[in-house]
Nanobody
Framework: QVQLVESGGGLVQAGGSLRLSCAASGRTFSSNPMGWFRQAPGKEREFVAG????????YYADSVKGRFTISRDNAKNTVYLQMNSLKPEDTAVYYCGAPSHTRMIVTTPTRIDYWGQGTQVTVSS
């Protein structure tokens, strides 16, 4: 199995930047696609960005395209989410997640098998 721990969240003003990290453990980490999801108060968890095992294929939600960048460093067993030009609408708890039985990027939260504990991102006006 895969264990995931997020870090890097915090409070930032609109227009600012944050970089989230997801440290992974597990023997098959390099074969897992990874994704970032977020959940705001009163809303369902939603897909933000995904990356395949090699890092050569990425996919973004329309709401963050052009502002967020997902990357991974398999040597460090870490996935990153660089968030630029942050907006108050980006305020949420951010989670990294991975499916267990596919190498494809997963965008549906119900198909994620492994979750981190989440890290809070708050963007002020």
């Amino acid at each position: 199995q895969v264990q995931l721990v997020e870090s890097g969240g915090g409070l930032v003003q609109a227009g600012g930047s944050l970089r989230l990290s997801c440290a992974a453990s597990g023997r098959t980490f390099s074969s897992n696609p990874m994704g970032w999801f977020r959940q705001a108060p009163g809303k369902e968890r939603e897909f933000v960005a995904g990356i395949n095992w090699s890092g050569g294929n990425t996919y973004y939600a329309d709401s963050v395209k052009g502002r967020f960048t997902i990357s991974r460093d398999n040597a460090k067993n870490t996935v990153y989410l660089q968030m630029n030009s942050l907006k108050p609408e980006d305020t949420a708890v951010y989670y990294c997640g991975a499916p267990s039985h596919t190498r494809m990027i997963v965008t549906t939260p119900t198909r994620i098998d492994y979750w981190g504990q989440g890290t809070q991102v708050t963007v002020s006006s």
